[in-house]
């Protein structure tokens, strides 16, 4: 699959600003682990599209995603850090 086009399903968690969670549309939350759902709390469609090897993410690495996809069905995108945790002369 690392190498298709996948249509995917992007949720916002209602946990965590900056939480996304990325499935394959016609498995749903199918393959997501009960502990992981519970801790992403209520799962927001946030958008759906087709994702492909050549395609650019905002935050997330698409070979990345995909390959995650392929293995155990969900990619999960962490928030960023914030600023001052990447330079710590800004602490």
Do not use: C
Not at 18 to 36: F, I, N, Q, W
């Amino acid at each position: 699959m690392t190498d298709s086009k996948v249509i995917v399903s992007i949720y916002r968690s209602s946990q965590k600003e900056g939480m996304y969670l990325y499935v394959e549309k016609r498995e749903g939350m199918s393959r997501v682990p009960e502990a992981l759902q519970k801790q992403f709390g209520s799962a927001e469609l946030a958008m759906t599209m087709l994702l492909t090897p050549e395609q650019k993410l905002a935050r997330a690495d698409t070979a990345k995603v995909l390959k995650a996809l392929a293995e155990q069905g969900f990619y999960l995108q962490m928030p960023p850090l914030p600023e001052a945790a990447l330079d710590p002369r800004k602490s």
